[in-house]
């Protein structure tokens, strides 16, 4: 009798150990996998920009990314709806059509994502992979300020630390490629300004759009899936618009896959999913674990970039990069108790850091980069 009162409890705590275990696997794959998808659509970027041949349009890259990422959402709402395409198409309506006030309000942040993909590309195409993955995190201060300005949060000294921190690691980085880009660039035909303007722009838009979809997302019941679709909508005819704008004449040349490998295929599928797919595995993560995956990546594309591209990593390199990775991981740390109000700040702070409590689900969605964080 005593036997059997103590097997339940016994039988209870077997498979509370057993549920940490997988928990404690699931976050191990869910930094293997951010990792993966932060540094690799970066470096398969800068390659396929950088190789000999016909260059593909950058503006019809961003298109087939929304018309992919569209597509997944729409088959994800009707695996909800068990493949009822009648209940999919009045979840649409109703969402998009009938509330079109609502829907209207996600054409600031798509036209920012628009924008902020396209910058990407020529971004990479102008700086070395480091050097962009070092600078892109940039996001993090001006997402951070506009969460303090646009949603009154409050960050922790330690995160104002890192934040300082971290504007002085990307500042002695960009004093580091000031010296080498002569020698750097020249010979590629790259453009360093114009790289280092389109990704303090991209980081600008970044964080105004995630705060501003923030806001939107606050007090809303529709489904982040239906949101994705808003997203994407508007996303594809404003990324026909600029397609037309910038390209119009060679694409209706060349035609619209002009220049497409089986590596920009590639490139536009991470853009596609690798946002949905840092929304699925983040479930499993937290901050800190997320600032292990974000740093852990400027690593990995430094390496990288050193072997597939010759890149130099010099002191001020080494500093400044040391600086951004320690930056990024102090602002993931959890806050002290009783900072109420600030307890949400640092999961806004970037599209790779996640949101807690009931918003956990919500952020990774964002468009980045992959991204995305339009990504990233």
């Known amino acids: 009798m005593a036997g059997g009162n103590h097997s339940p409890a016994a039988e209870e705590k077997a498979g ?7 928990n404690r696997k699931l976050k191990y794959i869910s930094l293997a996998v951010l990792v993966v998808q932060n540094a690799s659509l970066i470096l398969s970027i800068r390659y396929v920009r950088t190789l000999p041949g016909d260059r593909f349009f950058t503006t019809s890259a961003v298109v087939m990314a929304e018309v992919l990422k569209v597509l997944t959402c729409l088959f994800i709402i009707l695996l909800q709806k068990r493949f009822s395409v009648k209940e999919m198409v009045l979840l649409l309506l109703d969402s998009i059509v009938f509330q079109y006030k609502d829907t209207l309000k996600l054409a600031v942040p798509s036209l920012i994502y628009t924008l902020q993909n396209n910058l990407q ?10 050097t962009f993955q070092v600078t892109y995190q940039l996001k993090i201060l001006t997402t ?13 000294k330690v995160q104002w630390i890192s934040l300082l921190l971290l504007f002085a690691g990307v500042a002695i980085v960009q004093v580091q490629q000031e010296g080498n880009k002569e020698t750097s660039s020249t010979s590629s035909g790259q453009n360093y300004v114009v790289g280092v303007v389109a990704v303090v722009i991209s980081c600008l838009s ?27 909508i508007f996303g594809i005819v404003l990324g026909l618009l600029g397609m037309w704008w910038n390209d119009g004449a060679a694409i209706a040349d060349q035609g619209f896959f002009y220049g497409y490998t089986n ?11 690798g946002g949905l797919l840092v929304a699925v595995v983040v479930k499993y993560a937290d901050n800190i674990l997320k600032g292990f995956a974000t740093s852990f990546s400027i690593i990995v594309s430094t390496v990288t970039s050193i072997y597939l591209f010759g890149f130099h990593v010099d002191l001020l390199f080494t500093v400044g990069a040391g600086l951004v990775i320690g930056a990024v991981y102090m602002y993931s740390l959890p806050k002290a108790p009783g900072g109420s109000s600030s307890s949400l700040s640092s999961s806004s702070a970037s599209a790779t850091l996640p949101r807690k409590d009931g ?4 952020e ?9 964080e339009k990504g990233s």
């Open 121 to 130: 590309y020529v971004a990479i195409s102008n700086l070395p992979a480091a």
């Open 16 to 22: 509370s150990r057993g549920q940490s275990e997988g």
């Open 364 to 372: 990774p969605f964002l468009p980045k980069c992959a991204g995305k």
């Open 206 to 232: 970044s964080g105004f759009a995630g705060v501003y979809f923030e806001k939107i997302l606050k007090g809303s019941a529709a489904s982040v899936w239906v949101r994705n679709v808003q997203l994407g």
């Open 144 to 156: 951070a300020l506009f969460s303090v300005l646009m949603l009154r949060k409050s960050l922790s």
């Open 263 to 273: 590596m920009v295929w590639c490139v536009i599928f991470n853009q596609a999913f």
């Open 359 to 362: 918003d956990a689900d919500m």
